[in-house]
Structure formats: C-alpha cells, structure tokens
C-alpha cells in the first residue's frame, strides 16, 4: 500500500462523484510520517517537516511558490506542478476583467444596486448612465508578461478580439511559441512593452527575478489612465508603487488576484480572492494530472512536469528491475553508478540520465533485480541524494 497526504480540498476532486481516483493500492493518510507521496493546492508548506518517506509532492496548479523545492531536491523528493491545466480558466476571467473593467460597469452596477428603491429607476437609469461611460479595448496596445500556457492563450484571445497584442518573454518555450498567433508582437524588454501601453497584463512565476518587476518605473511608460491586470501572483508587483498610481491618477484601473493588506484599501481597484483557477473544470484538470504524475514517478521512476528534477519517461520496467537514483548533477556520478552495479549479479539492459540545474536523475533497467549489498553501496556514493529499486512489486 502507498499512502498520500492531502492539502486543501483536492480531495473532493480526487473522489468527485464518489470515485476514489487514487486507485487502486493507494490510501489517504493525515501522517506526513506515514505519506509516500504529498498532494496539495495552495496550502503553504515550505517550512512542513517532510519525514522520512515523501518521495514526491505533487502541486495541483501551476505557481510553486508555496513548496520548498530546493530543500525537497536535496532531499530526493520530486516536485511536480501541472502547467497548463488550469490556463484556460485563468485567461477567461482576465480577458473578462479587461472587457468589464473598460467600461463603466462595475459603477454602473453599483448605482443601480443603490438606487434600488427609485420608482422611477426606469427614467433615472437612462438620466444617469451618461456616468458610466468606456471606452473600447479594439485597436488598443496591450502588454502580455510572460507567454506560457496562461499568457500565450491570454495573449491570443485579446488578438482575436482586435486588440494590438505585444508580449514579453525572455524564456519562451519553443512549445508555446508555436501556440502564439503570429500577429503577437514580441519584444526584448519590459520597457518596450509597458510603452504607451492601455493594458498590461503579468503572467509570471514568482521568483526573483519577476519580483516587484512591475514598479514605478513600468508604470510610468504606460499610458495614463491605463489597467494594469495580475493574475499571476501578488508579488510580482511593488504594491505602494501601484497604490502612488492609482491615487494619482496614472494608473485608471488596476485588477488583481490578490487581497492583502495594501491592494483592498487601494482606490479604482477590483480584487477576487485568488479565484483565477477556480473551475469545475480547471480544478478537475489540475487534480487529474497531479494524481498520475505522481503514480507514475511512484510506480515507474517517470518524471513529467517536474520543477526540481528533468523529466525522464522509460516507460515501463520490462525487465528484472529498475534502478532510480536522484543525485547532484556533478562528474562521474553514471560512472560510479555503473561501477557499482557492474560487481553485482545484475546487467545493465537500458538507462538514461537527466540534468537540469543542480539535480539529475539516471533510471536504469537490470536484467534481474540487484541485490541489497550493492543497493547499499550505491545509497552511500556521494551526492546521491536518493535511490530506490522498482521492481513489479512495491519497493521502498
Ligand atoms: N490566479 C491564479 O489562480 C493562477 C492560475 C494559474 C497560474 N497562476 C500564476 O501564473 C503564473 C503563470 O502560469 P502559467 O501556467 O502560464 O505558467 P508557465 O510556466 O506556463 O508560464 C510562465 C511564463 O513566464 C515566463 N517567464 C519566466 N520568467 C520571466 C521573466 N522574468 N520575464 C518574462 N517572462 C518570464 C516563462 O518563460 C514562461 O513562459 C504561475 O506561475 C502562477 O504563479 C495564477
Ligand atoms: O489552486 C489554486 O486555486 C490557485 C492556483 C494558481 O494560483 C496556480 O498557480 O495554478
């Protein structure tokens, strides 16, 4: 049996309609001690004890700001995230958030919702709407930061509705570059994009290069009276510099995902609770991908859409069994691998070996399964964070 902590209420993903989807040799524990594997949503957990037995934290979602993955590669325990399941949900609300927040909608609403009691609401409702007056986004220079699965579909769905697209990535994926229409203008600078710009919209990890990325500076290279829109996390903007704009008049508007203490007391400010994933279907995707990543690493050794560790995917074990070793990406690690299983019973059949970064990660079939002395003198090689053996049967 493996068993699985659980953060937040995924849980209600996982057994929607009354159906255990972890499977089969898999149950809930409420004991990190007892957990093989961790699934959570946005509950915080970089500073959770992991014990002994996590091997993998699987995040349901894409932001990883809340995992300490740099502790957890060192300790052998693989992070995923689930990039992409939840990017449609997100570029709906934010291109619903700058079609609604161009007009006067919001007010609009607001004086009817006061005026509730008016017998003559009919009459005074067309009176007043002169207020409430927009303006068009059509034709209008928009900012897209950061072009991965959220903004590239963000960035071609404001396309599509005639908006004059520019976006910003200096990391783009060759995956989502042949998503991105190719009316989308790419630039080479945050300048470049938040010049005379009416919108800017921030899709970015947070991390520290995107930290306060949006500040003073930006601000005052857009147009005044601009949006400025972030959905991504709340401290890719500098706050006070975004609260000095509203309150002068420089920035018109400013949406976001985010209520903390400064963003809900800023004036021409429109915050959801960090609602941008929150589908039936966003969540059911995310939860679904996060639930087989992990059964997949705990299962076969395979690593997809890790964010401390390279993807490796043999499938698979065909043969007697499977050697996987999490280790420091420094020399001569596949030769001491190798060396040490070359003076044991077994023969290596096929393998691969990963870097990214300061991680790496060999998976290796034998012809039988190696015995436990050699497991041990692999265990102790240096730099080798983790190793385990998978044959068809569990194995720790
Ligand atoms: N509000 C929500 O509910 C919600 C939902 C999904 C994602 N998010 C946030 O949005 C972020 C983006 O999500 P995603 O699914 O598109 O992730 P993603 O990894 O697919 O895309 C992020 C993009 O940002 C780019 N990038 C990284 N550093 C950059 C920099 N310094 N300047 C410009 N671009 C940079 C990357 O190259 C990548 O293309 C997540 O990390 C998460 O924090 C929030
Ligand atoms: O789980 C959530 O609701 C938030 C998810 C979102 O912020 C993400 O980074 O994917």
Redesign the pocket.
Known sequence: MRYVKIF?NIAKQITRDGVAKLGEGYEKTDDVNQADAILV??SDIRDLDFGPNVRCVSR?????NNIPIERCAKQGIVVF??PG??SNA?KELVVGMILVNSRGTLDGMRWVQSNADDPQIVKDAEKNKKAFVGREAIGRKVGVVGLGAVGSKVANALEALGLDVYGYDPYLSVEHAWQLNRNVKRVDSMAELCRNADYVTLHVPSKDDTRHMMGAEMISLMRDGAMLINYA?ADIVDEPAVDAALRSGKLGRFVC?FATPLTTKMPNTLITP?????TAEA?AN?ATMAVSQMKDYLEQGTIRNSVNYPDCDMGPCHTGGRIAALHANVPNMIGQISGALAQSNANIQRMSNEAQDGSAYTLIDTDQPVDAATMEKLRAIPGVYRIRQIVPAITR
Do not use: L, P
């Not at 960090?274 to 929150?278: E, K, N, S, Y």
């Open positions: 937040d949503r946005a349901s979602g894409a932001g990883y995230n689930t399941g939840n997100v996390r995902d960090h609602m941008g994933a929150c969540e995310c």
